[in-house]
């Protein structure tokens, strides 16, 4: 597959969403907002730049044709402090396999934990009755192929959301491309310097809410008895999302024949169906593939101003990454990263990620 024929399957993707596309005066309607949230100690770091970079498990949720780039086995973990000082926090798991020389699938799990909140009424607004907690999850399975210099991947998730006696279920898809290749192809020490990536998320049908919380007892009208009535709730959208982005690898090495410090400067865009599109800029350094710093900032119109900025999110993303390698080889190594990541916020004590990855028989590239 050549680039032609990439950028003709990402058009064909984007002219696929058009009819979920929307626009600005649904800001704020769509539901499932945990899909939009990236709980990944890696490439939350530096936001939608990443969505040309990400590779392995963790592009089960930035792009998941990345995943096509993991190799043999890799499973993360990683712990998210969402808005500190909310009691919410998120476990992500994922799992990649390579199944086929040139195909890799992969699994995510996402779980959020909300701190219990007080149960009231009408007649004990403070409480006394106990508590109750917010539940959400969302379970991928996803599959990435390469095709030489491109990638492709494909995820289906399960989405559940809501509380102990209203819950809400649905079905979402991600589909994704990476163009990944070399600038100068006669340079054996410096290769796969240019990337570009293209995803689009969250695509399926809408979800509504369900169950005994959304019943109530009334008396019927000229009536002496009581009857259970149903409340109509309206279905609700998903946050489907375009993104995009461009990068490229540069070698900072004053010795031609060594690559031991790489500069990695991104770009990303992502237009959001029900909130204001974000454009991201990131940058990476990494010395001898053992650590690597990122720095991003993502911005979305009125973020400045605490007037008319939507987000708690100020824009500003920081990270970095160990790769420990504990088993080496002529062509290959096992790996064992720690990852952190931190996003800041206004209110709140920003959001920080913890991760920990285990890359068995990773082949450098």
């Given at each position: 597959?050549?680039?032609?024929?990439?950028?003709?399957?990402?058009?064909?993707?984007?002219?696929?969403?058009?009819?979920?596309?929307?626009?600005?005066?649904?800001?704020?309607?769509?539901?499932?907002?945990?899909?939009?949230?990236?709980?990944?100690?890696?490439?939350?770091?530096?936001?939608?730049?990443?969505?040309?970079?990400?590779?392995?498990?963790?592009?089960?949720?930035?792009?998941?044709?990345?995943?096509?780039?993991?190799?043999?086995?890799?499973?993360?973990?990683?712990?998210?402090?969402?808005?500190?000082?909310?009691?919410?926090?998120?476990?992500?798991?994922?799992?990649?396999?390579?199944?086929?020389?040139?195909?890799?699938?992969?699994?995510?799990?996402?779980?959020?934990?909300?701190?219990?909140?007080?149960?009231?009424?009408?007649?004990?607004?403070?409480?006394?009755?106990?508590?109750?907690?917010?539940?959400?999850?969302?379970?991928?399975?996803?599959?990435?192929?390469?095709?030489?210099?491109?990638?492709?991947?494909?995820?289906?998730?399960?989405?559940?959301?809501?509380?102990p006696d209203a819950r809400a279920l649905g079905m979402s898809m991600d589909a994704g491309v990476q163009y990944v290749n070399s600038a100068n192809p006669a340079n054996t020490i410096k290769k796969n310097d240019i990337h570009f990536g293209l995803?689009?998320?969250?695509?399926?049908?809408?979800?509504?809410?369900?169950g005994d919380g959304l019943s109530t007892k009334a008396v019927v009208q000229n009536g002496d008895f009581t009857k259970t009535l149903q409340h109509r709730v309206d279905r609700f959208q998903l946050p489907t999302v375009l993104a995009m982005s461009?990068?490229?690898?540069?070698?900072?090495?004053?010795?031609?024949?060594?690559?031991?410090?790489?500069?990695?400067?991104?770009?990303?865009?992502?237009?959001?169906?029900?909130?204001?599109?974000?454009?991201?800029?990131?940058?990476?350094?990494?010395?001898?593939?053992?650590?690597?710093?990122?720095?991003?900032?993502?911005?979305?119109?009125?973020?400045?101003?605490?007037?008319?900025?939507?987000?708690?999110?100020?824009?500003?993303?920081?990270?970095?990454?160990?790769?420990?390698?504990?088993?080496?080889?002529?062509?290959?190594?096992?790996?064992?990263?720690?990852?952190?990541?931190?996003?800041?916020?206004?209110?709140?004590?920003?959001?920080?990620?913890?991760?920990?990855?285990?890359?068995?028989?990773?082949?450098?590239?």
């Amino acid at each position: 597959m050549n680039l032609n024929k990439a950028w003709s399957l990402a058009a064909a993707i984007c002219s696929g969403i058009a009819l979920w596309a929307g626009n600005p005066d649904r800001q704020g309607q769509a539901g499932a907002q945990q899909l939009v949230v990236n709980g990944w100690g890696r490439n939350s770091a530096w936001g939608w730049s990443g969505v040309s970079t990400a590779k392995g498990v963790e592009a089960t949720y930035l792009n998941i044709a990345g995943l096509a780039r993991a190799n043999m086995t890799e499973a993360a973990f990683s712990r998210t402090s969402w808005l500190g000082g909310s009691g919410i926090n998120i476990n992500s798991f994922g799992l990649a396999q390579k199944v086929s020389e040139d195909g890799v699938l992969g699994v995510s799990v996402m779980q959020w934990q909300v701190a219990p909140i007080v149960i009231t009424t009408e007649d004990q607004p403070y409480g006394g009755l106990g508590t109750y907690r917010v539940s959400m999850t969302n379970f991928g399975v996803g599959y990435g192929k390469t095709f030489n210099t491109i990638t492709a991947g494909v995820m289906f998730r399960a989405v559940s959301e809501g509380i102990p006696d209203a819950r809400a279920l649905g079905m979402s898809m991600d589909a994704g491309v990476q163009y990944v290749n070399s600038a100068n192809p006669a340079n054996t020490i410096k290769k796969n310097d240019i990337h570009f990536g293209l995803v689009v998320k969250n695509i399926g049908p809408d979800m509504r809410h369900s169950g005994d919380g959304l019943s109530t007892k009334a008396v019927v009208q000229n009536g002496d008895f009581t009857k259970t009535l149903q409340h109509r709730v309206d279905r609700f959208q998903l946050p489907t999302v375009l993104a995009m982005s461009a990068a490229y690898d540069f070698r900072l090495d004053s010795d031609p024949g060594l690559y031991m410090h790489r500069l990695t400067l991104a770009l990303g865009f992502a237009n959001h169906a029900f909130q204001n599109n974000e454009t991201s800029l990131g940058m990476e350094y990494a010395y001898n593939n053992f650590i690597s710093g990122r720095l991003g900032f993502t911005y979305q119109e009125g973020i400045f101003n605490y007037d008319t900025r939507i987000t708690a999110y100020t824009g500003l993303n920081a990270g970095l990454s160990l790769d420990v390698p504990f088993k080496t080889g002529p062509d290959s190594k096992s790996n064992l990263g720690i990852d952190y990541s931190y996003r800041a916020t206004n209110p709140f004590g920003g959001t920080h990620t913890f991760g920990v990855r285990i890359d068995l028989n990773y082949e450098n590239e």
